[in-house]
């Protein structure tokens, strides 16, 4: 009897613990040898060897292939490991540097230049709430007859008192204070008030800064507006919504996906209509994305002063009619050539929208470069003040008039005072009225709150530094926040600022360049159809660029063959109209100092013996320059002409160079355009700055802008008129001078505006470039230069020295553009929603 053990496990499995027992121990303990049965009895075992061997065999075999598995597994797990573990290395490689520092948040002190505070704004407005004869009703029940709070915003001191606290460093700082425009509807002779409130953000008094403003200059508000739209709206749906229906496959109301709506407005002032009443051509559109490509041919004139908003002219398919009636009727007796135009079926393909179709381009889809900043910003903002290699200078957001930039100042000394821009006007040619009187100033519409959402990656760099703003408007009495309003960033051009490459040996072997970083300041307005880049460019070089370009959507009417001097088909159905952008900046330069002269190098030709020549007469021409001082406003007055170029100077006859020569900045103006309409004429008095490329006057404070938001209506009599800015002809010798540029371009649409204007070939600008300012370039100290020359002078063969060259194998994690999830959570960041506040990103 065998006193070993085998163990069954199943039918296919059996172990002989004895047997493995044997070769267990023996590998443990060599000194002993285990045997699988009795040796003292000599009994033979129960099961034979053969059979238990094979037995054996086919055990081991199996355990040798589960083993096997197993090693595959454990090494599996350690790839995975490894894997792991390189991947949480790479995610420890640290981020960029953040280099210089960016604090947006709001200043206990603001600067003078700095917009109103929230702080600020509270007690203004508690201030201005507890004056009983402001007479001031809140937003929530505003009306026309309401004495309301239209905006506030900052108001400048002096500049004569800033100049002085800003170079003393010391002393008593300007009080900060807010002007504030009132509608007083609530008068029996209604008028407009600017007021100043003083000091903030505790205010004590106000003072009157213009009381004399007539009530019909007002802009289109919130009650205005309103109640217009509903007015007319209803009565048109009433009387003819059937014709609406037939004409143009939709009606106002009640009408589910196929909606028309009026939309758009345009201005017919006293001065255009002839008649002392608030006057505007309510333009109607089937509502699909975008209406503004799809009006159809029907408007009506509103009188904005009635109270009832009475209608007094309507357009359908060219002609004019008095009376909704007499429009039906006719209509429905046959004697009008009927209109018929399908509702657009809105789809992803509608050439209106701005879907991705077309040609997909890269096939690739490869992604595309990218800016980083390797070792963090290399400009700092706190507040609203910059500071960048020399630069330094603070900005802010006008409600009424835009971006605007204060103490602009390299190597410390400022170079200007204030560089804002003023207005942003288009009008329109057309032989609808639609067009026909499509005048707009867009300050009408307050050009700051325009300027909102800008998104990274797109319209910024994604590593640009963004800025929000805040307005007071009727719609709140707390400030109302846009996001993203300002981004500010560093660029490489792509251009070099400077570089030369020596032509050959003889002229010494060298390389030398400097790639063209600059800093921009951004802002985009977005006016309805229109879109607007406002640039600020800061040059290494002492210079600055002013640029402005356009894109957005064309303002279209529907065609006809009567409108072809006034533009071009573009699409089945609508016409692309001729418009005039223009653009109004002032620029208050201080060049070393206020007392400042402004003189132009005149270029023309002169004859002059040719003493080389065997003909003793003969002459030799070629081009010379002469220095011609301005003396007074109107002489000053420049209007562009190619016969007459000249060099635009502004210096201090006080400040030379070492060779004698005047220390000047050159306005360089790469954007003039000529304003065709006759002077005086219209709404052209509303636009005077328009008939010079630039004006140069004596700084006054009670000229402070070139336009107002009351110059869509006041051509009659403007609030603001510019032509006044010169007919005084002051003396521009030695005193505190202000240059006023214009731009403009002038556009007749084409297909390829469709669905957006694109922006290459729409970009205007003018220069500030420092003239014998500098005794050398001032970028010859850039880090950023590179040259490359031979170890031993003009002998390549020696091998060459590199110097300056930077290392583009990065040894950090540039930044994530999180954009796409920020404003999928918050969509605030860049639409409406409402709420009108809205934090950072």
Known sequence: MSNHTVFTIDEDLEVDFAFLERYSDSDMDGDQEKIPFDTK???????????????????????????????????????????VAVVKKMEKIPPCSSGQSVDLSEPDNPSMFHDLTSKE????????????????????????????IFTAELHLPNKADAVSYLASGAGQKPPRQARVIIFRGDLQTQKIMEIVVTPLPKPTHYTIW???????????????????????????????????????????????????????????????????????????????????????????????????????????????FDTLESLVNQYDEGKLQKKHLLFPVMSETLFSTLNRRGTEVPESKQRPPILIEPDGKRYSVKGQHVKYMNWDFDFRMS??????????????????????????????????????????????????????????????????????????????????????????????????????????????????????????????????????????????????????????????????????????????????????????????????????????LDISTTDSPNRFHPNPNAKITQGQFVVS?????????????FDTPKYHLFYSNLKNNKFGVPKSYRL?????????????????????????????????????????????????????????????????VDEDLVAWVSMGVQHIPHTEDLPVTHTPGMDLSFFLLPYNYFPEDPAMGSLDSVRIEPNIYNNPKSGVRVTGMKSENLQCKPPVNSYQQKVEADPSILFETGDGQSTSI
Request: hydrophobic residues 35%.
């Open 121 to 148: 704004i509270k007690g203004l407005m508690e201030f201005l709430y507890k004056q009983k004869d402001l007479n001031l009703t809140k937003p929530e029940n505003i009306r026309v007859k309401s004495s309301y």
């Open 629 to 641: 001082e301005k003396k007074s406003e109107m002489e000053a007055a420049y209007k562009f002409n």
């Open 210 to 320: 213009k009381d004399d403003i007539l009530f019909q200059y007002r802009p289109i508000t919130g009650p205005d507006y309103g109640g217009a739209l509903e007015s007319i709206t209803q009565e048109t749906d009433k009387k003819a919504r059937q014709l609406l229906l037939e004409s143009f496959g939709g009606t106002l109301t009640n009408c589910e996906s196929t909606c028309l709506i009026y939309k758009y407005i345009s201005p017919m002032s006293s001065a255009v209509s002839g008649r002392k009443r608030r006057l505007y051509w309510f333009w109607m559109s089937q509502f699909v994305d975008f209406y503004i490509l799809h009006p159809v041919d029907f408007a009506v004139l509103v009188d904005m002063d009635d109270p009832n908003y009475s209608i007094e002219k309507i357009w359908y398919n060219e002609h004019t």
């Open 668 to 732: 360089l103006n790469r954007g003039m355009s000529k304003q065709l309409l006759p002077e005086n004429v219209g709404n052209e008095p509303a636009m005077a700055w328009m008939r010079y490329q630039m004006a140069v006057t004596k700084r006054k404070e009670d000229e402070r802008t070139s336009s107002t938001i009351y110059s869509g209506l006041d051509a009659l009599s403007p609030v603001v008129n510019f032509d006044e800015f010169l007919n005084d002809d002051e003396s521009i």
């Open 399 to 600: 409600s009424t008039r835009g971006p605007q930039l204060y103490d602009i100042r390299f190597q410390n000394d400022r170079i200007v005072y204030e560089l804002a821009l003023q207005e942003v006007s288009v009008f329109y040619s057309g032989y609808k009225p639609t067009q026909m009187f499509s005048n707009y100033f867009d300050s009408t519409a307050m050009i700051g709150p325009q300027d909102k959402g800008l998104v990274p990656g797109v319209d910024c760099p994604s590593h640009a530094t963004f800025k929000d703003v805040s307005h007071v408007l009727e719609a709140s009495d707390k400030p109302i926040t846009y996001k993203n309003a300002f981004c500010v960033f560093e660029l490489n051009t792509g251009m070099p600022l400077r570089r030369h490459h020596s032509f050959s040996s003889f002229h010494g072997t060298m390389y030398e360049g400097v790639p063209n970083y600059v800093l921009v300041l951004r802002s985009i307005l977005a006016v309805v159809n229109y879109s607007y880049l406002l640039d600020v460019i800061f040059y290494q070089t002492g210079a600055i660029e002013v640029k402005v370009v356009s894109t957005g959507y064309i303002l279209a009417t529907p065609f006809t063959a009567n409108a072809k001097q006034f533009g071009v088909q573009v699409s089945d159905n609508i016409n692309g109209n001729l418009h005039h952008h223009m653009f109004s900046y002032k620029v208050d330069l201080d060049i070393e100092g206020t007392q400042n002269r402004y003189r132009t």
């Open 41 to 83: 009895n000599n009994d033979k075992p129960e099961i034979h060897h053969e059979e238990k061997f094979e037995k054996h065999r086919r055990t081991i075999g199996r355990f040798r292939i589960l083993m096997f598995a197993a090693g595959i597994i454990i090494f599996l797990l350690l790839i995975i490991m490894i894997v």
